[in-house]
């Protein structure tokens, strides 16, 4: 059952973690396994989903810089984003392109809110 599985995620274009497999394995009827990759491919590709939201409005946010301001400055926000995924992170740097009136203001606010969320690499896409 495990080989027909990993085939079937292959297949699917699925990428398996061990627990997955673990959970597969101990699956006796092929239905349940088919059930289980339907269930798990919508779950990735909503996380997909979010995923790309999240890169989107990171370099939304680093154009809107570049309009208000000036290339250096996006480039700078771009890099201090560039792994942030937490909604609530990405709301306050929108907040505070908004309201700042100099690159080095905004900089500065973007940094604090980062840092006021823990560094801003959460899940809070969801």
């Keep these: 059952m495990l080989s027909w599985a990993g085939w079937r995620a292959r297949q699917a274009g699925l990428?398996?973690?061990?627990e997955d497999m673990a959970q597969?394995?101990?699956?006796?009827?092929?239905?349940d396994v088919e059930a289980f990759y339907r269930t798990r491919a919508e779950i990735w590709?909503?996380?997909?989903?979010a995923e790309g939201r999240i890169a989107g409005q990171r370099e939304s946010l680093r154009r809107h810089a570049a309009m208000k301001f000036d290339a250096e400055t996006a480039d700078r926000l771009g890099a201090l984003l560039e792994t942030v995924?937490?909604?609530e992170v990405l709301d306050g740097v929108l907040a505070a392109l908004l309201e700042c009136d100099t690159p080095p203001e905004l900089l500065a606010r973007a940094a604090e809110v980062r840092r006021r969320?823990?560094?801003g690499g959460g899940s809070g896409a969801g």
Excluded at 15 to 18: L, P, Q
Excluded at 24 to 31: A, F, G, K, L, Y
Excluded at 45 to 49: D, G, H, K, L
């Design 15 to 18: 990428t398996i973690e061990a």
């Design 24 to 31: 597969v394995n101990r699956m006796e009827n092929p239905d």
């Design 45 to 49: 590709e909503e996380e997909r989903r």
């Design 85 to 87: 995924t937490d909604q």
């Design 117 to 119: 969320t823990n560094g």
